[in-house]
């Protein structure tokens, strides 16, 4: 059974930083491009990027680009992400996914997030 | 970046009832449209892929359609397992965009 835990939520001050983890099992995670979304309170779905399946190639959302990397460990089938000078705005719940043909396929149960002071 | 319209934003329906929900993107996008259902428990999964195929194990009174900029879901006869919040996805161009939702409820 394919499953993708994330973890490493929590509640944050503007300005610091965080780093989520995504734990997959039940598929050869280095043969998958993977995925963070986030969905925010108001339910809002925003894709946040992607990285190859060997950690060569990032994308990301132009408006994260600058503050958000993606990175994996592929020994450890985990996928990461980090977070810097984080936003109230960027609060939400954070999905890894992975990817199939373009499809979203597996979803995590998702990491919370609060930014506030 | 590449703007997808869904609506109705909440449609209250009954069981049995066939709905369609629309998405519309802000321009072509060559059928490159995914659906996704969320679960009120907050499960994710893919419905349908490229516009009009189906996910291995959705049911198959799940279709979709269209082309363009102009795209639907429908549910044929909806089961109480049905009532969940919908979202379109076009992967046509990066970033990848969402549409802002639909949430099924029981009326």
């Known amino acids: 059974e394919v499953q993708l835990v994330e973890s490493g939520g929590g509640l944050v001050k503007p300005g610091a930083s965080l780093k989520l983890s995504c734990v997959a099992s039940?598929?050869?995670?280095?043969?998958?491009?993977m995925s963070w979304v986030r969905q925010t309170p108001g339910k809002t779905m925003e894709w946040i990027g992607d990285i190859k399946y060997d950690g060569s190639y990032t994308n990301y959302a132009p408006s994260l680009k600058n503050r958000f990397t993606i990175s994996r460990d592929n020994a450890k089938s985990t996928l990461y992400l980090q977070m810097s000078n984080v936003r109230s705005e960027d609060t939400a719940t954070y999905y890894c996914?992975?990817?199939?043909?373009?499809?979203?396929?597996?979803w995590g149960q998702g990491a919370s997030v609060t930014v506030s002071s | 970046d590449i703007q997808m319209t869904q609506t109705p934003s909440s449609m209250p329906a009954s069981l049995g009832e066939r709905v369609t929900i629309s998405c519309r993107a802000s321009q072509g996008i060559s059928n490159y449209l995914n659906w996704y259902q969320q679960k009120p428990d907050g499960t994710i999964k893919p419905l349908i892929y490229?516009?009009?195929n189906l996910q291995s194990g959705v049911p198959s009174r799940f279709s979709g359609s269209g082309s363009g900029t102009d795209y639907s879901l429908t549910i044929s006869s909806l089961e109480p397992e049905d009532f969940a919040m919908y979202y379109c996805q076009q992967y046509d161009s990066s970033p990848w965009t969402f549409g802002g939702g639909t949430k099924l409820e029981l009326k």
């Open positions: 490229y516009t009009s």
């Open positions: 996914t992975n990817n199939n043909l373009y499809v979203m396929d597996a």
């Open positions: 039940g598929f050869t995670f280095s043969d998958y491009w």
